[in-house]
């Protein structure tokens, strides 16, 4: 038998390093909690002795008479309780006041007064998040488990749908949404036709605005986090106004005050473009700066891209959410970026209220599938495109059926591997429907 430990930062990373050196067969027989993620034990030809004497766990049984003390002890505190709300309803009920100056008096019985049960005792919060921690490791196990017999239950039974599913992991789209749009073309058997089919529903689930931004004019707004690219797209989509409609009717706002260089830069476009830049100070009111502008037709706000742990953060989203703002704040999203990275940007800015996002370097990504799954999971309809440096020439309209023809032309060209297969499979458990076929 061979037995080896494996850390990870996570339980899925742990598992595939299981599966990559030990294989399939390997089974897992201890998981623990150690500080930058977790360490998996496993072990190849583990054979448990039916005939092994039990040797009984002292500390084991010693927690679990404790924890059935602290139940009980719960219980009993719980039940006092529920009979003193039950008697505060009943004078509620009665219409007799509850006030400080009339306390509630018990009503007087023959019986000898109930002795109070013990007070239970505080739980360790370690304890609980140890538990927890065991709790969800068990269920990230669980999944890629599944995940995994369920792949390889559709390769025997439906090879043809398998190689749809093959084929959607290439362009990168999330389980969930892999799953409904097989389930659009479930009735064609011809595989081509399938996959036209399947492309065609993909490119009707991505949103686009009826009216571009620009023209529906007002306080428009770019939000993400740093390096997405959103005082590049600014500058291109001042440049795109300025050179339809002239500079009269537009004008530029930069909440960041943290970047180095990031107030020079707008500076130097508003210079070139003829166009005024206003700056808000640290602790100034957005509704205050704006006000002298909303004469302008278009109001481009740069702000900064801030940590989802900086307080500075949650005042500058509170800020773009004010009821005299109106601001339209667009979520700049780099398609470089990986999956985790977008799905934490979007939970960060969401607070703000978005009118959806604008994809940036489309020229440089090598996967269009997951932020394409972030839009359409959160109905974020796709305002803009950027794909090069060039300003205003790199900017573009988004054309849905463009959009999923590029997503297919730069997607892998070589298949997945059986555990992509098996964590995109995993994905699906995490959403409210389980079938996969």
Known sequence: MQVKRFFAADMRQAMKLVRDELGADAAIIGNRRIAGGVELTAALDYKLS??????PNVELEEELRKTQSRIV???AELSLRGEGEAD???QLFAGLPLTAAEPLIEPTFDEPPRPAAPAAPSMDQRAFDTMRFELNGLRELLEVQLGSLAWNQLQGSKPAQANLWRRLQRIGLSGPLSRDLLEQVAEIEEPRQAWRMLLAH?????ATPEIEPLEEGGVIAMVGPAGMGKTTTLAKLAARYVLKYGAQNIALVSMDSFRIGAQEQLKTLGRILNVPVTHVAPGQSLGQTLEPLLRKRVVLVDTAGLQASDPALR????????RGIKAKNYLVLATTSQKQVLTAAYHSYK??????CILTKLDETASLGEVLSLAISHELPVAYLTDGPRIPDDLHLPRRHQLVSRAVSVQMQEEPSEEA???MFADIYHSPSKRVC
């Not at 039916?50 to 040797?55: E, F, K, S």
């Not at 993909?202 to 991505?206: D, Q």
């Not at 005042?315 to 004010?322: K, N, R, T, V």
Request: net charge positive; proline share 3%.
């Open 88 to 90: 505060v309803s009943r």
């Open 421 to 423: 297969m098996a964590d």
């Open 50 to 55: 039916a005939l092994a004497p039990r040797v």
């Open 315 to 322: 005042l500058q989203l509170e800020s773009l959410a004010g």
């Open 351 to 356: 607070r703000c209220g978005l009118a959806g």
């Open 202 to 206: 993909l490119a009707r689930m991505i």
């Open 73 to 75: 002890s719960a219980q």
